[in-house]
């Protein structure tokens, strides 16, 4: 006799007995035995992971090199990373993917972008062929469109090839740079889908991360750090942006930019008097008007700080001290923003800040008219900028005073 006969024949209230459910138990566990067979399967030593990529192109050659940043995968954590199997592959080709594909091809593993964090893009990339390799990008699923590009000098694979301050893996440290961007303020952090958005509007330009080359200050060794940023305009590059521009930029970008971003500065006042203050930005107003045809713009800010050093025994716990100080570092805020709004508006001549956004959205009529010249328009409009520092905090020290 079957086995399954001397079963007890229940049917609940759905209808279904317990014989049914036994051999459906026990096709199941067939499948799974069977499925543990599959050729098809990857095991860990068949794969790597690609956490950072890097794209040149060859201006002369009309060729793309796609190079990646391998890691094999059976010790990935941050503790042993100098003990990780480490390397980089490249290819060339006449598309990205054709480069793409080259290089898979000739390494001896699976190769998961999933993990992908950077995409360095050499200048020459940036110049020529920028479109192609952001269309490619975001047309594979395999990339995450979270994933930042980034430009910088010279041949992108080398950077691929330098170690890191901290000692961790190249893509971790530079991720940490980036999230380390609300003490500074003064880099951008685009993904992919920032390109692709910011691609289709044709009258403004926007600023992507840049990375640039610091010597160690404790050693010989060159390091990468994320910095200033690269302009972009119609699909192209277009120039480069210091810190102090990018920190600017940041302060006239939407409110989820500038929210968490504190940086410190010093001020020189007319009395002589040198301080270190840390910045907050607290409200962005801008306002735009249309007079007799031309356009005109008023940026309004205001900023909380705190006093962290001072050069002389002054009384910060005066108010009229603090007056004093709130005016010096309102000026002086003034002047940097001016300084960098003349950059990108007669310099560049190049709209990074969105202003065309602000006409089209407030001023659907005029920008009608003012669109097809807005190129033309754009480096001659006049921008005044006011600037409120308040502070909040003085320190716990209100004055010192040095004993004979």
Known sequence: ???????IIIKARNGISLRNIARLLIVCFCLVTLAGCSPDVNEISDIALVTATAIDYNADTKKFAF??????PSNTSQEKSSNL????????????????????????????????????ISESAARYALFEVVDYLSRKREFRITAYPI??????????????????????????????????GQ?????????????????????????????SETSK?????????????????????????????????????????????????????????????KDLEIHGDIQNGKPQMSVYLKYTASVEDINDDSDVGDSNVISQMEQAASGHLEKKI????????????????????????YHPKAWKTIQKDWETL???????????????KSGMTTSIKEES
């Open 1 to 7: 006799m079957h086995p399954l006969d001397n079963l």
């Open 338 to 361: 001016k300084k960098s709004l003349a950059f990108f508006q007669k310099k560049m001549k190049i709209d990074v800040f969105g202003f065309s956004d602000y006409y089209s959205q």
């Open 378 to 392: 754009y480096p001659l409009i006049p921008i005044q900028v006011h600037v409120t520092v308040l502070f909040e």
């Open 151 to 184: 430009i910088v000098h010279g041949k992108a694979s080398d950077k691929l090839k330098l170690g890191t301050e901290s000692g961790d893996m190249l893509p971790n440290d530079l991720l940490g740079q980036v999230r380390n961007n609300k003490l500074s």
């Open 187 to 215: 880099e951008v952090a685009l993904t992919i889908k920032d390109f692709v958005d910011l691609f289709e509007n044709p009258n403004r330009g926007f600023v992507s991360g840049r990375i640039k080359i610091k010597s």
């Open 67 to 72: 190079s990646a940043f391998c890691v094999m």
């Open 221 to 281: 060794k060159e390091f990468l750090f994320v910095t200033g940023g690269a302009v972009i305009y119609k699909q192209k590059f277009a120039g480069w942006a210091e810190g102090n521009d990018v920190l600017i930029l940041n302060s006239l970008s939407k409110r989820k930019v500038w929210k968490n971003i504190e940086f410190n500065d010093v001020v020189h006042s007319k009395n002589g008097t040198v301080f270190s203050a840390l910045f907050h930005e």
């Open 85 to 120: 199997t480490q390397w980089v592959s490249s290819a060339t080709g006449a598309t990205p993917l054709d480069a793409a594909r080259k290089m898979r091809s000739r390494v001896g593993k699976k190769l998961i972008f999933q993990h992908n964090k950077f995409f360095i």
